[in-house]
Structure formats: structure tokens, C-alpha cells
């Protein structure tokens, strides 16, 4: 069993930056042969995925954040973050991230929902305008 907790959620302005963390923990886990992502439900709406990340560190985007948004990982740490600059108000949500062990398996452009099967509690972001 993997835990994963968000941090870093908060409150900001449209145009200013978060940087979310997320930290796994679990008795002989290896990280770095993890699959890894950050998904978001807004108000009212279905959770979507944002970007994933593979144990080779290649990473993938959505379109809605691509240029905005950087997933990075700190396999020492075992800390997955999600770097957000130029936040808009709909980006506002509870922000979640995802593990699977192995390689990341996409449904272009990430991997689907059902394919995570570790999930956190997440973190709430709010923009305001």
C-alpha cells in the first residue's frame, strides 16, 4: 500500500504561481519505478488529468496547462510537485496526485483515471480574478 499527501494548495490571484507536493510513503517502496499524476475536479465537474510523469522522467501534458504547469519529481525525497505559473480562475479545484507502480501506460495524452491505482487526499487551489 502507497500513501500519498498533497501539499502547497492555498489561495492566489490570476497570474500568480503555486507549487503543489506531494509525498509518498510506504514500507519497501521504490519510487523511482512509479508512474506518476496530477489530476483536478473542479466544482461540478469530473476529475481530469493534468500531467503524468514516467519512472524515466519523461512527462506529459494536458492541453489546458501545457507551458503553464511542470511536473518534476524528487526521487531522493520521494516528492512528486506540480510547478503552476500563470494560474487562472478556472483553474481553481481540488487538486489530486496519482501512483501506479511500473511504466506509465497513456491514453494519449496520460494515462486514463482508472489506470492510477494510488490516489491522495488532495489539496484545494483556488484562483481568484
Known amino acids: 500500500q502507497v500513501q500519498l499527501v498533497e501539499s502547497g494548495g492555498g489561495s492566489v490571484q490570476a497570474g500568480g504561481s503555486l507549487r503543489l507536493s506531494c509525498a509518498a510513503s510506504e514500507s519497501g517502496y521504490t519510487y523511482s519505478r512509479y508512474c506518476m499524476g496530477w489530476y483536478r475536479q473542479a466544482p461540478g465537474k469530473e476529475r481530469e488529468g493534468l500531467a503524468a510523469i514516467d519512472y524515466d522522467g519523461s512527462t506529459s501534458y494536458t492541453d489546458s496547462v501545457k507551458g503553464r504547469f511542470t511536473i518534476s519529481q524528487d526521487n531522493a525525497k520521494n516528492t512528486l510537485f506540480l510547478q503552476m505559473n500563470s494560474l487562472k480562475p478556472e483553474d481553481t479545484g481540488l487538486y489530486y496526485c496519482?501512483?501506479?507502480?511500473?511504466?506509465?501506460?497513456?491514453?494519449?495524452?496520460?494515462?486514463?483515471?482508472?489506470?492510477?491505482?494510488?490516489w491522495g487526499q488532495g489539496t484545494q487551489v483556488t484562483v481568484s480574478s
Open positions: 496519482a501512483a501506479r507502480s511500473g511504466r506509465c501506460f497513456y491514453a494519449p495524452p496520460l494515462p486514463s483515471e482508472t489506470y492510477f491505482r494510488y
